[in-house]
């Protein structure tokens, strides 16, 4: 097997930069996990410091759009987003 199928075959979604009005920027995109698409959004981690071994960057799940079709059951991050 050829490495480009291998890594098809493993592909397990995508993700998109996106910057907010003020330039601040983050990642929305989306995981498939056990066939469903599970939408994601990733800010910096604002509260990292060099040196720790803590996340460069939070993920979170992105209901804007399930929340429009009231079909969420995932809890509204209620943070200001974080640039990356």
Known sequence: MSD?????????????????NGGEKYL????EVNGERVQLVAFRNKFKQDG???????????NRD????NSSSA???QEDPLPI
Not at 5 to 19: M, P
Not at 52 to 62: A, K, W
Not at 66 to 69: G, L, P, V
Request: a negative charge; aromatic letters at 12%.
């Open 4 to 20: 480009t199928n291998d890594w098809k075959e493993r592909e397990a979604g995508a993700f998109w930069s996106r910057e907010k």
């Open 28 to 31: 929305t995109g989306y995981v």
């Open 52 to 62: 720790e071994n803590t996340p460069d960057l939070r993920v979170y799940l992105d």
């Open 66 to 69: 399930t929340e429009a079709s």
């Open 75 to 77: 809890k509204k991050v």
